[in-house]
């Protein structure tokens, strides 16, 4: 599984994930062929961390641009690549932290289940390390 991003205009870029195949051919079983796109909303949008849950549910974690400046975001799927709405209502989470840019650039999973975001906020003067921690 990777995480990263695709363009979907010139202004808007999206999550985007492939599964792949111990052969290493895209993965048909995952989202119909593969590859998957999530628009969070109108500008970029970015993953950089993707893990697996023990139940074979993906996290996707980046930031997303809220309309000013960017916000950690998150992203469930179920392993068939569709947004897990048991998650949340739409199986996305955004969470602005700071005054300023927030980056979410990794994740991982705590024993308990709990997801761990890490990466940046802006406080207005300079960018400091930020922790988020999920149910």
Known sequence: MVAGAADITYE????ALARYTAGGN?????????????DFGAG????????LQPDGKI?????AFNGLNDDFALA????NGSLDISFSE????????????DKGLAVG??????IVVAGSGFNGSDAD????RYK
């Not at 970029?44 to 893990?51: H, K, L, T």
């Not at 469930?76 to 392993?79: L, S």
């Not at 739409?90 to 840019?101: M, S």
Request: aromatic share 12%.
């Open 44 to 51: 970029g949008d970015y993953a950089y961390g993707v893990c």
């Open 109 to 114: 999973l705590q024993g308990d289940g709990k």
């Open 59 to 63: 996290i996707a974690a980046g930031y």
């Open 76 to 79: 469930r799927y179920n392993p």
């Open 12 to 15: 808007q870029a999206a999550f």
């Open 129 to 132: 390390f930020a922790l988020v």
């Open 90 to 101: 739409d199986g996305l989470i955004v969470t602005d932290l700071a005054a300023g840019e």
């Open 26 to 38: 895209l993965d048909a079983t995952f989202s119909g062929d593969g590859r998957l796109t999530t």
